[in-house]
């Protein structure tokens, strides 16, 4: 028996051949050189996403994301009085713009996303007093 390495698909197979005597002379086979199988792509590499504010850190009632997606506008600075209904940040979600509006009448006490940035649903956007 000899043995013999094989690859198929770019995995690597150990074979082993049993030669047979035969009265008619056998083809030789010559082992060609591997090709090198290219390494798979690197996965897509999102935005680095900010550490979630601690509950301690917050003044006031936080504004948080209705839905996963990216900030794509923020609408208010820190210190703008707002009133029950007016938007805050803009989100984009699959090629929508989804509206962040906040809860009450107020004054903006702290933005704590910056545009661009992900959010999954739930995050802090921003702070209301």
Do not use: C
């Not at 150990?14 to 002379?25: H, P, Y």
């Not at 290219?38 to 209705?66: M, Q, R, Y």
């Not at 009085?81 to 009450?104: H, N, R």
């Amino acid at each position: 028996m000899e043995t013999y390495s094989v690859t198929v698909n770019g995995i690597t197979y150990e074979v082993q051949v049993e030669k047979k005597v035969s009265s008619t002379a056998a083809p030789q086979v010559t082992p060609q050189a591997q090709t090198p199988v290219a390494a798979p792509p690197p996965s897509p590499v999102s935005a680095p996403k900010a550490p979630p504010v601690a509950a301690a850190e917050l003044t006031g009632e936080a504004i948080t994301a209705g839905a996963a997606g990216k900030v794509w506008k923020i609408v208010v600075a820190e210190g703008a009085v707002v009133k029950a209904g007016d938007t805050v940040v803009i989100l984009e979600a699959m090629k929508m713009e989804i509206p962040v509006v906040s809860p009450k009448d107020g004054v903006i006490g702290q933005i704590v996303t910056a545009e661009g940035s992900p959010v999954e649903a739930g995050d802090v956007l921003a702070t209301i007093r």
